[in-house]
C-alpha cells in the first residue's frame, strides 16, 4: 500500500484546511486509517484514526470537534477536515494505514505499517 498526502499548506488561525490521502497499491476497504501529527520536537501524536471495520472512529482530546476524519473507498482515498485551526497543531500531518487494524485513542504510530510521506501543516497566528 503506497499513501500520497496532499492539502497541507498555510492558513491563517480560525480558518480550515482538508488534508487528503490517495491510496494505491491496494484498496482500502480493509485498512485502518489514520492522521498522525509531528511538531517541532515533539514525537508524532495520533489525530484522529477509524478503524478497518469502519466501527469505531477516535480523535484527539486536541482536535476533537474540529477534525473530522472520513474515508471514500471507492476513490481509494480519505480525509481529515480540520476547522477552526490553532496555531499549536502546526506541524507534519502523515496518513497511515493498517491491515485489518483497530483504531484507539491510544494508538501509536507503531500500530501502522504504511505512512505516506507527510504534509506540511502551518497556522499563523
Known amino acids: 500500500l503506497q499513501l500520497v498526502e496532499s492539502g497541507g499548506g498555510l492558513v491563517q488561525s480560525g480558518g480550515s484546511l482538508t488534508l487528503s490521502c490517495a491510496a494505491s497499491g491496494n484498496t482500502l476497504d480493509d485498512y485502518a486509517i489514520g492522521w498522525f501529527r509531528q511538531s517541532p520536537g515533539k514525537e508524532r501524536e495520533i489525530m484522529s484514526c477509524i478503524s478497518s471495520s469502519s466501527r469505531s472512529t477516535n480523535y484527539a482530546d486536541s482536535v476533537k470537534g474540529r477534525f473530522t476524519i472520513a474515508r471514500d473507498n471507492a476513490k481509494n482515498t480519505f480525509f481529515l477536515q480540520m476547522n477552526s485551526l490553532k496555531p499549536e497543531p502546526t506541524g507534519v500531518y502523515y496518513c497511515?494505514?493498517?491491515?485489518?487494524?483497530?483504531?484507539?485513542?491510544?494508538?501509536?504510530?507503531?500500530?501502522?505499517?504504511?505512512w505516506g510521506q507527510g504534509t506540511q501543516v502551518t497556522v499563523s497566528s
Open positions: 497511515v494505514g493498517e491491515y485489518l487494524g483497530g483504531c484507539t485513542r491510544k494508538i501509536t504510530l507503531a500500530s501502522f505499517d504504511y
